[in-house]
């Protein structure tokens, strides 16, 4: 690491899990007011990301971490720790359905998005925040059945996957599938982690995007869920995709002062897909998944 001309000691931390678009964009919008530490999985292009960051005025740093290895999240999280209390967690890291299959997306979006929770639970300090981006997806079908339900709640157990397995045919095992699981079981963590959370003065709390803009949203238009996100797009009462700058907007919003007595929520940032999909939250909606991208 180059020394940063855009130091500034006395700025609170920021976290910031995942350096795609909407990594970069919630990076950048966070870098007003936190020193950034951003992650990913990519040694080579968090150099570019880093660059880009500080020449955009934001005192950043970008390391690299794979949320699916503990001891990458141990590492970040003492890495972090060096650098003084976090204030704020972004973490926007995840997969979309075209992107892996069953077990990557499961690991990804809801393995490593655990294993991330529970290290910064340890750095969290009153007035700490911690913002998970999800998906409308998790609202936009039925819940899963209660024995499913209790599979998803335990990720990070020796025997997730063959206990999740034996749950499903392997017609069943869709990465469709494991992304509206992943994100419908990722909204559950933040309310049932709300407790421990509170305990240190700290909030946690889920964003669930609909369709927006980026370049891993473009790339399920060009894969097999094309017509699958067409339909669900042309739904929507805001007629268009959002755009990174709003989901930062909210990512921002939710992490400030301003948001200090909500937690244990999630804010929908869909356009009003999910109020139009499913206007009776206990009628069955079938074949209907979104997308955070």
């Not at 890291?93 to 294993?115: C, E, K, Q, R, Y």
Request: hydrophobic share 40%.
């Amino acid at each position: 690491m180059t020394t940063n001309p855009n130091a500034r000691p006395g700025q609170p931390t920021a976290l910031v899990i995942g350096g795609g678009g909407m990594g970069m964009s919630t990076a950048r919008r966070l870098g007003q007011s936190h020193r950034i530490v951003l992650a990913s999985r990519s040694a080579k292009a968090n150099e570019e990301r880093e660059a880009a960051l500080r020449e955009d005025g934001v005192d950043a740093v970008a390391v690299e971490c794979d949320v699916t290895d503990p001891a990458s999240v141990a590492g970040l999280a003492e890495f972090v720790a060096e650098r003084g209390p976090l204030r704020t967690l972004a973490h926007v890291a995840g997969l979309s359905p075209s992107m892996d299959d069953w077990h990557g997306i499961f690991s990804v979006n809801l393995i490593g998005t655990a294993l991330m929770e529970s290290a910064c639970l340890g750095l969290a300090a009153p007035g700490s925040a911690a913002v998970f981006v999800s998906s409308s997806a998790g609202h936009l079908a039925d819940p899963p059945a209660q024995e499913v339900t209790e599979v998803l709640d335990d990720p990070l157990a020796p025997d997730f996957f063959s206990r999740l397995d034996r749950l499903f045919t392997p017609e069943e095992q869709t990465p469709l599938q494991a992304y509206r699981l992943s994100k419908f079981a990722l909204n559950r963590m933040c309310r049932r982690q709300v407790s421990a959370w509170g305990a240190k003065g700290a909030r946690i709390v889920s964003v669930s995007p609909g369709p927006i803009a980026t370049p891993m949203g473009a790339r399920e238009l060009d894969g097999p869920n094309r017509e699958v996100k067409l339909a669900l797009m042309r739904r929507l009462p805001i007629a268009r995709e959002g755009t990174m700058v709003e989901t930062a907007d909210a990512i921002e919003f939710l992490a400030s002062d301003r948001a200090s007595y909500i937690t244990g929520i999630d804010l929908l940032v869909d356009g009003g897909l999910v109020a139009a999909t499913r206007p009776d939250p206990t009628s069955r909606v079938h074949g209907a998944h979104g997308a955070s991208e």
